[in-house]
C-alpha cells in the first residue's frame, strides 16, 4: 500500500495556541516557512541536529503547520506520573528487550496508526558523526510510509517542513535527493553536521 494524500483534518492545535507560538518565534528571530506536508503518516528527518534548541524549535514549528509530532523513548521513562505527560507530548514507548526490534515496533504502531508522524533521530547525538543511523529509512520503506524533510536552518533562522521521498528502494537514490534538500542548511554548531550518508552507502 503506497501512502496518500490526507484528506483535510481537523486541527490539533488551537488558534490562541499557534499565535502565541508563531509570537515568540518572532521574537526570539525565528520564523517558519513552507507549507504542510500533505500526508497523514510519515517518518520525519530532524536536522542537522547540533544543539538542545534543536528540540524545543522542532515542536514549535510542528505547532505552527498543525502537526501533532511523536518520538520514542524507553519504556521505563513512561511510568506514571511523568508518563501520562510524555505520551501527550507524542512519546511512543519501545520495549527494547521484547521480541522483534525498533522497527518492527514502529512498523506496527503504523500499521495501527491513521495519523503518524514519527520523529525518528538520524544522526542520534548532537555531536559530529560519520554516518547517520538507517533506522528511518527502514521503518519508512517497511512500512510503506513518505521520509519527510523537516528542518532548522539557523544561518537564515527559518524552519519547516520540506518534500516528502517515498522510499524506493535504491536508497543511494533516495539519499541523493535528502542530500539535495539539506545542502544549505545550517546547524548552530556547523562543524559538528557531520555528511549526510547511511553506512549502507559506504
Given at each position: ?23 515568540s518565534l518572532r521574537i526570539a528571530g ?78 506496527q504502531r503504523f500499521g495501527e496508526s ?89
Amino acid at each position: 500500500m503506497v501512502e496518500r494524500p490526507a484528506a483535510p483534518q481537523p486541527e490539533v492545535y488551537g488558534r490562541t495556541l499557534k499565535w502565541m507560538v508563531r509570537t515568540s518565534l518572532r521574537i526570539a528571530g525565528w520564523e517558519s516557512e513552507g507549507t504542510r506536508p500533505n500526508c497523514p503518516r510519515s517518518v520525519v528527518i530532524a536536522a542537522p541536529h547540533t544543539s538542545n534548541w534543536d528540540l524545543p524549535l522542532l515542536f514549535a514549528m510542528a505547532v505552527t503547520f498543525d502537526i501533532k509530532i511523536s518520538w520514542m523513548a524507553k519504556h521505563v521513562l513512561f511510568q506514571f506520573p511523568i508518563g501520562i505527560l510524555f505520551r501527550r507530548l507524542g512519546g511512543i514507548p519501545i520495549v527494547r528487550h521484547q521480541r522483534g526490534n525498533m522497527v518492527d515496533q514502529m512498523v506496527q504502531r503504523f500499521g495501527e496508526s491513521e495519523t503518524l508522524a514519527l520523529v525518528v533521530p538520524v544522526e542520534g547525538t548532537r555531536g559530529y558523526v560519520a554516518h547517520w543511523k538507517s533506522g528511518f529509512y527502514r521503518i519508512a520503506e517497511a512500512a510503506q510510509v513518505p521520509i519527510v524533510m523537516s528542518y532548522l536552518d539557523y544561518a537564515r533562522r527559518r524552519g519547516g517542513f520540506g518534500p516528502a521521498v517515498l522510499p524506493s528502494g535504491d536508497i543511494t537514490s533516495d539519499m541523493n535527493e535528502i542530500r539535495d534538500f539539506y545542502a544549505d542548511k545550517s546547524g548552530k554548531y556547523p562543524d559538528k553536521f557531520g555528511e549526510i550518508r547511511l553506512k549502507e552507502e559506504m
